[in-house]
């Protein structure tokens, strides 16, 4: 399996540009997470998923951030528009039915908002 | 309001002893318990876990202790090697929602 797949790796932009992340989550694995990495906040969770619906998404930090999942093998993180303090690395994490407890995190993308 | 909370940045540890990591909680609701380990430019991987039903669990040079009185769980490695050198997170949830809360993480540096 190839794992979680996350595009792009890196991300540079212009501070009022909108931003697409995108990840593919493990064939059937039914959760899906995204998360932001900082050094003060260590690894945020943003939203989460269940079978292409969202669960939760009160990590969002505003309405400049949405997540869609419009099914099972894709999802996407988009910020519009981006600033400065968006910068950071953006994982997205699926795990699997029999296996809670342990999510599959992708290589994340490194966004930098200049 | 950080529920979950690694309070050293950064731990050095001579190859062959212990290292130690440390972790609290606030939420009393939490009740599983997880530790990833990332190395640079990497995803977070899953090491071992633990349910609030246990006080103990071993998974060869890893041992994960829970003290629910104290809301505080630790992760010993024994022996350390230098290719556990990494930033460890701490992981909490309540089990009812998977919602999976992390720390701001540990950079161990093992050294030879």
């Known amino acids: 399996d190839a794992g979680v797949i996350q595009s792009p790796r890196h991300e540079v932009t212009e501070m009022g540009q909108e931003v697409t992340l995108r990840c593919k989550p493990i064939?059937?694995?039914?959760?899906l997470f995204w998360y932001r990495q900082t050094m003060m906040r260590g690894l945020e969770l943003l939203i989460y998923?269940?079978?292409?619906?969202?669960?939760?998404d009160s990590g969002m930090p505003e309405d400049r951030f949405s997540a869609k999942m419009p099914n099972a093998s894709f999802s996407t993180l988009k910020i519009q528009p981006s600033e400065p303090r968006d910068s950071a690395v953006y994982f997205c994490?699926?795990?699997?039915?029999?296996?809670?407890?342990?999510?599959?995190f992708g290589s994340g993308t490194q966004l930098s908002v200049l | 309001d950080q529920q979950v909370k690694q309070n050293s940045p950064s731990l050095s540890v001579q190859e062959g002893r212990i290292s130690i990591l440390n972790c609290d909680y606030t939420?009393?609701?939490?009740?599983?318990f997880l530790w990833y380990k990332k190395y640079p430019a990497e995803g977070p991987t899953f090491l071992i876990s633990?349910?609030?039903?246990?006080d103990k669990n071993e998974d060869g040079r890893f041992t994960v202790f829970l003290n629910k009185s104290a809301k505080h769980l630790s992760l010993h490695i024994v022996p350390s090697q230098p290719g556990d050198s990494a930033v460890y997170f701490c992981?909490?949830?309540?089990?009812?929602?998977?919602?999976?809360?992390f720390g701001t993480g540990t950079r161990l540096k093992v050294l030879a």
């Open positions: 064939s059937g694995h039914d959760y």
């Open positions: 994490a699926s795990s699997h039915p029999d296996r809670r407890e342990k999510l599959f």
């Open positions: 633990i349910s609030s039903i246990k």
């Open positions: 992981a909490a949830s309540d089990s009812g929602t998977y919602k999976y809360i």
């Open positions: 939420n009393s609701m939490f009740d599983y």
């Open positions: 998923f269940n079978n292409n619906v969202p669960i939760d």
